[in-house]
């Protein structure tokens, strides 16, 4: 079983829609939850970071961490076709390297 | 968020070479820099992580000799490919981790070895 568990998609839906990524996790002691989204042939760029639990919001995309069910999500809003990325969740204990889900590929439609 | 660069960009070498690249963090210290490769249509594979002043951290499985870190100010790294081959042929990722534990990754690298 991975550290963290990612549904690689690919995800399509059409533009305006609600969109929900998940990722799930085994190691109780990870505390800083990332996602990151990455266009082809580019780094991932650095969209919502969360320490522990709780809900975090950015303009049109809100991240929710539950250490409970060791499950995190990122929700995007009003999707838009510039949203079309792959979405990667990562996340860490204290200051050690990131473990990252295998990435969702997600197309928005116009 | 800051901004992370890396140069070159593209790089094609002949089988043999060494290669080098380099990841600059330019707007803040980045005393902990981390390289990864990427293979199409996966996610990032951790290969060392670069600590300022001191040697690198290797993931196991990859060659110290072969990719070699220096890691010789709070904003530079550079990673060397020696005696490159076609299988060294990848996407290659820098990132630099602030003092607030975020990670910001730079543009990447995709080295092409013929």
């Known amino acids: 079983q991975k550290e963290v568990e990612q549904d690689p998609g690919p995800l399509s839906v059409p533009e305006g829609a609600i969109v929900s990524l998940n990722c799930t996790y085994s190691?109780?002691?990870?505390?800083?939850f990332m996602w990151y989204r990455q266009y082809s042939r580019k780094g991932p760029e650095l969209l919502m970071y969360?320490?522990?639990?709780g809900n975090k919001e950015d303009g049109r995309f809100t991240a929710q961490v539950d250490k409970s069910s060791k499950y995190i999500s990122l929700f995007i809003r009003d999707s838009q076709p510039s949203d079309s990325a792959t979405y990667l969740c990562?996340?860490?204990?204290?200051?050690?390297?990131?473990?990252f889900g295998q990435g969702t590929r997600l197309t928005i439609n116009p | 968020g800051a901004v992370v660069s890396q140069h070159p960009s593209w790089v094609i070498c002949k089988s043999g070479t060494s290669v080098k690249i380099e990841c600059r963090s330019l707007?803040?210290?980045?005393?902990?820099m981390f390289w990864y490769r990427q293979f199409p249509k996966q996610s990032l594979m951790l290969m060392a992580t670069?600590?300022?002043?001191?040697?690198?951290?290797?993931e196991q499985g990859v060659e110290k000799d072969k990719f070699l870190i220096n890691h010789a100010s709070l904003t530079l790294s550079t990673l060397t490919v020696t005696s490159a081959h076609p299988e060294d042929s990848s996407f290659y990722i820098c990132?630099?981790?602030?003092?607030?534990?975020?990670?910001?990754f730079g543009p990447g690298t995709r080295l092409t070895v013929l």
């Open positions: 990132s630099a981790k602030t003092g607030y534990n975020e990670q910001f």
């Open positions: 190691n109780s002691a990870f505390q800083y």
């Open positions: 969360t320490y522990s639990s």
């Open positions: 990562a996340m860490s204990q204290g200051a050690q390297k990131l473990v």
């Open positions: 707007d803040f210290q980045a005393t902990t």
């Open positions: 670069s600590n300022e002043g001191s040697k690198a951290t290797y």
